[in-house]
């Protein structure tokens, strides 16, 4: 069985596995990171966005086979440890003050969606505006989706 | 002016109100409860019926007082209340030598807030900061009987009095300890924040005095319980307790759970709704796939067990299985429609010339919730284990050790806090299937359906038609009448036994389930002469269940497009119709507030309009006002695989619903219940086909996404005298679904008659195929990146 070696949220990690398993699968069930939640497993609902060397990506679109040992793969557990300071990240820290979490099984891919849109919205300078929000294709099924807005745009500004 | 905001206003409501629900009568009552044998303090609660009583006829000159209607009296939350009552007394609360307080709490947290709010009643009882409090889901436990039922928005409403009574035990016991240990009166001690102290500055922890608060032996107590003119904590916004985890990724859902060799687990399931495997043909080959350790044949489809569910996904899609048809093969929407028109039943008074007549249909919708079904099981010879969310664990117990032919002790069933339920996990068909797979193959599971399974598979909200006919008369309502005709909800024994049980204590009789939960939920809040509401059920074999409520979201679009038409042929605005019709002084107070924020009667641009409704229930009253875009620029926008259609732009929602633990988690359940109530009226649908559900997933089943939810939400919580809490999980969606339907009808000048809008609109997708059953993931995602 092939050896697939990757950075995970700051650690140089190995993990053999078939080539073409998903790496959704690889995280959750392999490697015992359960931060990224299935949903759907067809890239629609977006439950497992992480990052993938600062972008947004979704885990269960990708097989194990074409992450590169150099990629970095961060899920909601590494958030934190991407922005400057001891705490947690600021889009974090809007989500608490914003009281956005329902259930909570959406959350982590909300919140690693909202973080690349406000970079990819400042790298292009756009506005976070409900324009920029409505890209976002992330569903909760509770529908807290006035408090997310809100959250994002908070957290944009400590960004 | 924010978004949306719960009210910070505290204006005090007229002086009837006090008088009208009892106030005073309660605080001066005691309850009896006991303190529980052991070697620390262990506090539990006994209760008595409280009196509420809110119903003041407020006649309009020209409105025709209907006669009570039984929600009136006595509703769903009574029938729940009052089932639990005999074995409520098995709520406990303990003080911990650190310093704590626990409290195992016998319901299902699926996202409501019902912990943070639980840990909000006791602090508030014991002066303690709510982190003090340890809320944890208690097990299934049989003894509880009816009252482990999570469900009809009742949580706070049938906890609240129980567990404060314990709490408040346990602050008293904790007092008389102090005053015995410090040689003083205890009416000089002060309690805060888990320490007592006496004006001399010495202090005393909880947990210094737990051991000697204790009692040798059970014994009764009476105790009063705090007045609300001192509550600190009850009414204050709190943030969830457990925020910092669900954003960190620490808090924990069954499928994240690491329980030993329990491997991921998938089913291949049939074609057909509720098809099964008659044989398979490949299951040697299948055995010997990468990763994959089992397969097995059972009942509803065939068990892969394996390392990772990917492969558990990609053996199942290589099964070649035969399969007998399922339970509606061959059936469509078209022909359980005509199924539903044969069992309609008939309306009772005449039509005349001053009949108004409407008749909608309401196609099934999914409630499956982002978290599909799940749960692991671990079944050894003589006992079985089960983590899982279930909102009625003692039935899941029950059933799942009769399946076994086990004792029902054999079984243990760890409630776990779901993602998400809306009515989904009143059923627990995982933690039945995850037991009786890892029986067959002797070991344990972890047991996850796909996706496209808990869409196509999974539970409905049931089809239905709802007929209307009212007689109207020059200034007046004679009669309205409202029959509804259902695809059968299905009853679990966890739900039907307690409103069963208290069925005959209802003044209607001995009615069925769905007759019984039909009359104690479904009420016409207006004073329209006589009033009646019958509900026909046809069993055609679907998995059905509520969903965020069965009937009132249907029932209330149907009411309030025919009270908007009411008032057009009275001549009459829909706002002012609907106060002057109003069957309580209380409605009319939410209607006013609800103009008042909604700017109702506004200038609005063509294509687009205001739309306003009112529902009653869950001792509450909730009024609704949208503002809705049908405008062909906004209708017709092009977004990839969505749904776009009319636009919801602002919504302002009023609720009164009596006392409010948590003002910011009240407004969050609301907040949900209104983007649901968009989706049911404008986008979410399922289609049935050939026998089977169309939609797979997320891009075929429109629920409410950032493009459609309200740029604008004003929700409002109306401050109330009332002494108890009503309900919050359901209450958002009828009066929302109502005001964008009647929005609809007003902005396009055409009464809508099926719901969802978009229902039979062409398909915006290519549906997946049914065999092989999961939709295999895609391989591009590192194409899609932003």
Redesign the interface.
């Known amino acids: 069985m092939p050896t697939h070696t990757f950075k995970l949220n700051g650690q140089q990690v190995s993990v053999d ?2 080539d ?7 995280i ?3 490697l ?4 990224p ?9 977006k ?1 497992c966005t992480s990052h ?1 060397n600062g ?9 194990v086979k ?1 992450i590169q040992p150099t990629d970095e793969v961060t ?3 590494g ?2 440890d991407t922005a400057p300071g001891g705490g ?1 990240h600021p889009m ?1 820290d809007a ?3 914003k ?10 891919g909300q ?1 690693m969606a909202a973080v ?2 406000v970079k ?1 919205c400042k790298a292009e300078g756009r506005d976070v505006d ?1 324009d920029a ?18 959250a994002i745009k908070a957290g944009a500004e400590n960004m | 002016m924010p978004n949306h905001r719960a009210t910070t206003t505290r204006e005090k409501p007229p002086r009837e109100h006090s008088r009208r629900f009892g106030q005073s009568d309660l605080s001066r009552r005691r309850f009896l409860g006991y303190v529980v044998a052991g070697t620390s303090l262990i506090a539990a609660a006994e209760f008595t019926r409280e009196s509420i009583s809110d119903s003041v006829p407020n006649a309009s000159a020209a409105a025709i007082p209907s006669t009570p209607q039984t929600p009136e009296i006595y509703d769903l939350s009574d029938a729940i209340r009052d089932a639990a009552r005999p074995t409520a007394n098995l709520i406990r609360v303990k003080v911990n030598r650190d310093n704590t307080v626990s409290f195992a709490l016998p319901r299902s947290d699926n996202g409501q807030g019902i912990i943070t709010s639980t840990q909000m009643i006791i602090a508030e009882e014991m002066n303690l900061d709510p982190d003090q409090v340890i809320v944890t889901l208690a097990d299934a436990r049989p003894e509880l009987v009816f009252n482990q039922l999570t469900g009809g928005s009742t949580t706070t409403f049938s906890t609240y009095t129980p567990i404060r009574v314990a709490a408040a035990i346990a602050a008293g016991r904790l007092l008389d300890a102090a005053a015995a240990e410090m040689g003083q009166d205890k009416a000089v001690l002060t309690s805060r924040a888990g320490t007592i102290t006496d004006t001399a500055g010495k202090a005393l922890s909880f947990g210094d005095l737990t051991a000697k608060a204790a009692a040798p032996v059970t014994q009764a107590v009476q105790v009063a319980l705090k007045d609300r003119e001192k509550f600190t904590i009850i009414g204050k916004p709190r943030t969830k307790s457990d925020a910092r985890d669900m954003v960190t990724g620490k808090k924990k859902f069954t499928t994240d759970l690491q329980i030993a060799d329990a491997l991921p687990t998938i089913l291949c399931r049939a074609p057909d709704l509720n098809g099964y495997p008659r044989s398979v043909q490949n299951l040697d080959q299948v055995r010997t796939m990468p990763g994959i350790t089992d397969v097995v044949k059972v009942e509803g489809g065939v068990a892969v067990r394996g390392n990772t569910y990917g492969q558990c996904i990609d053996a199942v899609n290589a099964l070649k299985v035969t399969w007998a048809n399922g339970t509606v093969h061959g059936a469509d929407d078209a022909s359980v429609l005509k199924e539903l028109r044969a069992a309609e039943l008939p309306l009772a008074a005449p039509k005349g010339p001053g009949s108004l007549e409407g008749d909608f249909v309401f196609y099934f919708r999914s409630n499956s919730s982002l978290e599909t079904n799940c749960a692991i099981a671990d079944v050894k010879a003589n006992s079985a284990t089960i983590w899982g969310p279930a909102k009625s664990p003692i039935a899941a117990q029950a059933e799942i050790a009769k399946k076994l032919g086990m004792p029902q002790n054999a079984v243990t069933f760890h409630v776990m806090q779901g993602g998400g339920s809306f009515g989904r996990k009143l059923f627990f068909d995982a933690a039945e299937e995850a037991a009786l797979v890892s029986k067959a193959m002797g070991k344990p599971v972890k047991l996850m359906w796909s996706r496209s399974d808990d869409s196509r598979q999974g539970r409905v909200h049931p089809m239905a038609t709802c007929r209307i006919r009212a007689n109207v008369t020059a200034d007046a309502v004679t009669s309205f009448e409202i029959r509804h005709t259902s695809v059968a909800t299905e009853g679990n024994p966890g739900l039907s036994e307690p409103i069963t049980a208290a069925a005959n204590k209802a003044p209607l009789g001995n009615l069925g389930v769905a007759e019984s939960l039909f009359e104690l939920t479904q009420f016409t809040p207006y004073n329209f002469g006589a009033s009646t509401r019958f509900l026909n059920e046809v069993d055609m074999g679907f998995n059905t269940s509520s969903m965020r409520n069965i009937y009132s979201p249907d029932v209330a679009t149907a009411r309030e497009l025919m009270v908007d038409q009411i008032a057009a042929k009275l001549g009459t605005d829909p706002y002012v119709f609907r106060s002057e019709f109003a069957k309580q002084a209380r409605f009319k107070a939410v209607l006013d507030r609800a103009a008042q924020e909604g700017d109702w009667g506004k200038s609005m641009a063509d294509g687009t309009a205001q739309g306003i409704a009112m529902h009653v229930e869950y001792k509450g009253c909730a009024v609704c006002i949208v503002e809705l875009d049908c405008t062909p620029a906004t209708v017709n926008r092009k977004i990839r695989q969505a749904r776009t259609g009319p636009r919801v732009t602002k919504v302002t929602y009023v609720v009164d619903a009596g006392l409010i633990i948590n003002p910011r988690g009240y407004e969050a359940q609301m907040m949900g219940g209104i983007n649901d109530g968009l989706a049911m009226t404008l986008t979410s649908s399922l289609h049935l086909d050939d026998g089977h559900f169309v939609e797979a997933s997320w891009d075929n089943y429109f629920y409410t996404r950032q493009w459609n939810t309200p740029p604008e939400m004003n929700i409002v919580i109306m401050d109330s005298d009332a002494p108890e809490p009503g309900g919050a999980g359901e209450f958002g969606v009828a009066a929302t679904c109502g005001a964008i339907a009647c929005a609809y009808a007003r902005a396009t000048g055409k009464i809508p008659t099926y719901f969802p809008l978009d229902h039979k609109d062409p398909l915006p997708f290519t549906p997946y195929p049914t065999s092989p059953p999961i939709p295999p993931s895609p391989t591009n995602g590192l194409q899609t990146t932003f």
Not at chain 1, 32 to 35: C, E, H, L, S, Y
Not at chain 1, 99 to 108: E, M, N, S, T, W
Not at chain 1, 133 to 150: A, K, S
């Open positions: 596995v078939e073409d398993v998903h790496l959704l699968w690889v959750r069930d392999l015992k990171v359960t931060g939640k299935y949903g759907c497993g067809i890239n629609v609902c439950a993938i972008k947004a990506f979704n885990p269960c679109s990708v097989q074409d899920t909601i557990e958030l934190a947690l974090q989500w608490i003050e009281d956005v979490a329902q259930c909570g099984y959406c959350q982590p919140i690349a849109k990819q409900d929000i409505e890209e976002l294709r992330n569903i909760c099924r509770c529908g807290t989706y006035n408090r997310i807005r809100e």
